[in-house]
Structure formats: structure tokens, C-alpha cells
């Protein structure tokens, strides 16, 4: 065996074995259990329950998002957060990201005011959506469009 033969089938050796853990790492994202749509996301956060839109929530969210990796959202429910009557859980999904569920938060009376701030990620032009779990077990939801300029397929 030459010398160049043998550096030329070593190298393709290596060169395979770096390939085929990349393709099945993408494989396997594809299939990952994280992936969930709108449809899933809002049936395994309220079983199944009816969902009403609500003027008591105040969602702010820009129109227009220069850049889609850090879109800020502000979420505030009008609610007393007393012992008997307070708002348990606030969820922000995005509608065509390829995990819904962006941010998953929880309260209590304790808390004392029904708001959070934070920003997320969207992949594209697309509706955010404010999913909120009141102590009775009802959900109400507010939304709002996003156009995405820069960082997204806009």
C-alpha cells in the first residue's frame, strides 16, 4: 500500500464518521418530543376545556419585531390574586414556532400581581398568543400578530 492510498481512505474513514452523527442528530431533532404544534400545546395545557378571549388581559407584544430571536412580551392580568379568586398559571405560545409552548409560568395570591415580562424567540411572521389558568379552572386567552423583519422569514 502507498503512502498517499493510505492518508486518502484514513481521511474518508474520518470524514464519514463525522457525518453520520450530524445526520442522525438532525434525524432525531425531527422527532424530538419537544416538537408540538398550537393545537397540541393549547389541548395539553387545558384538557381539553373551553378557552375565551378575554379583555382582561393585557398582552404587549411589538407589530413589528426587527429581530425575531429577542421579541419582547409583557403579560398582565387584571386580577385581585386573592386566596380565592387568583390567577394560577400564564402561558405565552407562539403559533407557528416549532415548539408552541414558548413560556410556561406559574403564581400564586402571593405574588400579588398578575404580570410578567420576558422575550422569546420567534421564527417568523406569526401569532402570539396569552393563555391564562384561573384558580375556578377556567382559561381565557388574549392575542396578537407579529411581523417579523429581521432574523425571521418575515
Known amino acids: ?11 474518508t474513514i474520518v470524514a464519514v464518521s463525522a457525518i453520520t452523527p450530524a445526520i442522525s442528530f438532525a434525524n432525531e431533532k425531527q422527532k424530538s418530543p419537544n416538537t ?3 393545537t397540541t400545546a393549547m389541548d395539553t395545557i387545558t384538557g381539553g376545556k373551553p378557552v375565551k378571549t ?5 398582552l404587549k407584544v411589538p407589530e ?3 429581530n425575531g430571536a429577542v421579541v ?12 380565592k379568586d387568583y390567577v394560577k398559571a400564564i402561558h405565552i ?14 403564581l400564586t395570591p402571593a405574588n400579588g400581581k398578575a404580570m410578567f415580562s420576558t422575550r422569546i424567540k420567534l421564527g417568523g411572521t406569526q401569532e402570539v ?3 391564562v389558568e384561573l384558580s375556578n379552572g377556567t382559561f381565557i386567552k388574549a392575542s396578537q400578530s407579529v411581523k417579523v423583519t429581521i432574523g425571521g422569514c418575515g
Open 36 to 38: 408540538m404544534n398550537f
Open 54 to 58: 378575554s379583555k382582561l388581559i393585557k
Open 1 to 11: 500500500m502507498q503512502r498517499r492510498d493510505f492518508f486518502k481512505k484514513i481521511g
Open 93 to 106: 405560545l407562539s403559533g407557528k414556532n416549532f415548539n408552541a409552548r414558548s413560556v410556561d409560568i406559574y
Open 72 to 83: 419582547p412580551v409583557t403579560v398582565n392580568v387584571d386580577s385581585p390574586m386573592t386566596e
Open 64 to 66: 413589528i419585531a426587527e
Open 129 to 131: 398568543t396569552a393563555l
